[in-house]
């Protein structure tokens, strides 16, 4: 798992579900009625600025965040002063960035990842 920062013009929902989606189809993974299934590869959005959303679908910032060391780490890593924009509370104080002892780096397999992720924002 891991996080990457991006800069794009596409609105959340079409970066979510075109994009993002596009990418993970490339990478081979299939999508079945169980959406815990096994997968080659996940690709979410887990925040968008400052945005707070909360619709079908889409919400921002991922609540995920607050549970899942494998979220909070990289991205507690990638930025570590983030506030969070719904709750106002530093990204550092919630409990799933302590809790990382089963996480090493995969740089080589980060790297294409990354590349292929950029390279697809900028083509959108």
Known sequence: NGVLKVQTTLEPRNLKYECLR?????????????????????????????????????????????????????????????ILPDTKTPLEKEPAVHNYENMFMENEFTQKLKDMILSAVMNY
């Open 22 to 82: 596009n990418i993970e189809h490339q990478l081979g993974r299939k999508r079945t009625v169980n959406k815990y299934a096994d997968r080659t590869i996940d690709l979410d959005l887990i925040l968008y600025g400052n945005l707070v959303i909360d619709e079908p679908g889409l919400r921002l910032p991922d609540p995920n965040i607050r549970i899942y060391p494998f979220i909070a780490v990289p991205l507690l890593e990638l930025s570590p002063k983030l």
